[in-house]
């Protein structure tokens, strides 16, 4: 990458070691350093949820967003991230998103109900592994696009954990993730900071 000045930008020295050992003291040996035939299968798996525990709001965003009750007891309440609404219909099988018009990913490419279905059938898909994320959507049947900021979500069964998965899944752009949740190490979000390095354990950020 080009040396370039990060405006506003965030440093996170060591992360890798911290997240794996509790120190940012130790060595981390990257996949590199190892064949790849030893590689973990569930390799997929434990990169997006590497990356999903230090970027949901920060470089990725979800749909919604879930605000716990004042002093942990009653009903919290979702408050809108990249949906501006959501409406359950009566009958509770059927979840109406509407999208914030404007957003852009990171790379410039405009965010569209595309992007959302992609995110959500991608994450269903047994092969990729991601069982914590893909038993909160099981009770989808299926995901209709209205139009570029609108779609539908017909469930088999009236859920609350829906619209909790909505909270708590980054949407990801189809258009740098179809193929492989890897996606050669990019991480390309809508969040207010985006990647600008991660090197040697040190990632980063500046504002988008």
């Known amino acids: 990458m080009p040396d370039e000045r990060l405006d506003n930008p965030i440093e996170v020295p060591g992360a890798l070691s911290f997240l794996a050992y ?3 003291q130790s060595y981390v040996r990257g996949l590199d ?5 030893d590689w973990p299968d569930n390799i997929e798996l434990l990169y997006y949820s590497f990356h999903l525990m230090i970027t949901l709001g920060t470089i990725f965003e ?15 309440h979702y408050e809108p991230r990249l949906a501006r609404s959501w409406r359950v219909m009566p009958g509770g099988q ?5 999208l914030e018009p404007d957003v852009m990913f990171h790379d410039g490419t405009r965010m ?16 990729h592994g991601l069982e914590h994320l893909r038993t909160m959507l099981d009770d989808i049947q299926a ?11 017909e469930l088999k069964k009236p859920s609350g954990w ?7 899944i980054p949407i990801l752009p189809m258009h740098v993730y179809d ?23 040190v990632v980063h950020l500046t504002r988008f």
């Open 22 to 24: 509790g120190t940012t």
């Open 33 to 37: 350093e190892f064949p790849r035939a």
């Open 62 to 76: 979800p749909l919604l967003r879930y605000v716990p009750p004042d002093g942990g007891r009653g009903a919290g």
């Open 94 to 98: 059927e979840l109406q998103i509407g």
């Open 112 to 127: 569209t109900s595309s992007d959302v279905q992609f995110t959500l059938d991608t994450l269903r898909t047994p092969r």
């Open 143 to 153: 995901i209709e696009l209205v139009t570029p900021t609108e779609l539908n979500i």
């Open 162 to 168: 829906v619209l909790r998965a909505l909270a708590e």
């Open 179 to 201: 193929g492989s949740l890897l996606a050669g190490g990019a991480l390309v979000g809508t969040g207010p900071w985006k990647l600008a390095s991660n090197k040697g354990g």
